[in-house]
């Protein structure tokens, strides 16, 4: 089915390379998220994109990560001078948010799982 | 600051019999609760939501309790099969924010 999908799959790089993570949402989906998840965590939210609204960037962890969304659909996630502690499996989720948010539903893609040698 | 809190990492349990998992919250503005399950090397998908204008939603064999005066949710899946095994997330979310809060997740086991 039409689902998120995510690409790479995984991904093993050195550390200081800069690394670019892509998520195609479901189309007509106008809500998309990042997530990552480290070992033995949970879900830590990245960023929010809503439309052609400024981006919720309240979760990046530095300003090694940034994302786009392009034309309102595909979304890329870049971490430069990737470090070691930027290993988890990063997970993008899109959702049909309308108004106040009830009933919103996320979909996930399968994410990416990224190791910093 | 984990606003969402999974307190069991795992749970065993044998099949044909209920499995409760349990999510505790701090935040007293999240309105709306779901949880997720996760098999290995896929993403997690829905399974069911609870808005805090209720206690109670059910879903086939899924039921989601609400207590809010507790910041208490629990899932319970009755009756447990093999298949159910997977790692459940329960999250949350304000009605106000755009962030969901997510657990640290409960390994669930179903033992045949």
């Known amino acids: 089915g039409a689902g998120v999908s995510q690409s790479p799959s995984n991904k093993v790089t050195e550390k200081g390379k800069d690394v670019e993570l892509r998520c195609d949402p479901i189309?007509?989906?106008?809500?998309l998220y990042w997530y990552r998840q480290s070992l033995g965590q949970g879900l830590e939210f990245l960023i929010y994109f809503q439309g052609n609204s400024a981006p919720d960037k309240s979760g990046l962890p530095s300003d090694r990560f940034s994302a786009e969304r392009t034309g309102g659909s595909v979304s890329t996630l870049t971490i430069q001078r990737t470090q070691q502690e930027d290993s988890a499996v990063y997970l993008c989720?899109?959702?049909?948010?309308?108004?106040?948010?009830?009933?919103?539903?996320?979909?996930f893609g399968p994410g990416t799982r990224l190791l910093v040698l | 600051d984990q606003q969402v809190k999974q307190n069991s990492p795992s749970l065993s349990v044998q099949e044909g019999r209920i499995s409760i998992l349990n999510c505790d919250y701090t935040n007293s503005m999240f309105d709306y609760f779901l949880w997720y399950k996760k098999y290995p090397a896929e993403g997690p998908t829905f399974l069911i939501s609870?808005?805090?204008?209720?206690d109670k939603n059910e879903d086939g064999r899924f039921t989601v309790f609400l207590n809010k005066s507790a910041k208490h949710l629990s899932l319970h899946i009755v009756p447990s099969q093999p298949g159910d095994s997977a790692v459940y997330f329960c999250?949350?979310?304000?009605?106000?924010?755009?962030?969901?809060?997510f657990g640290t997740g409960t390994s669930l086991t179903v033992i045949p």
């Open positions: 989720a899109s959702s049909l948010r309308i108004g106040l948010g009830y009933q919103e539903t996320q979909y």
């Open positions: 609870i808005s805090s204008i209720k």
């Open positions: 999250a949350a979310r304000s009605n106000t924010g755009n962030q969901f809060y």
């Open positions: 189309s007509g989906h106008t809500a």
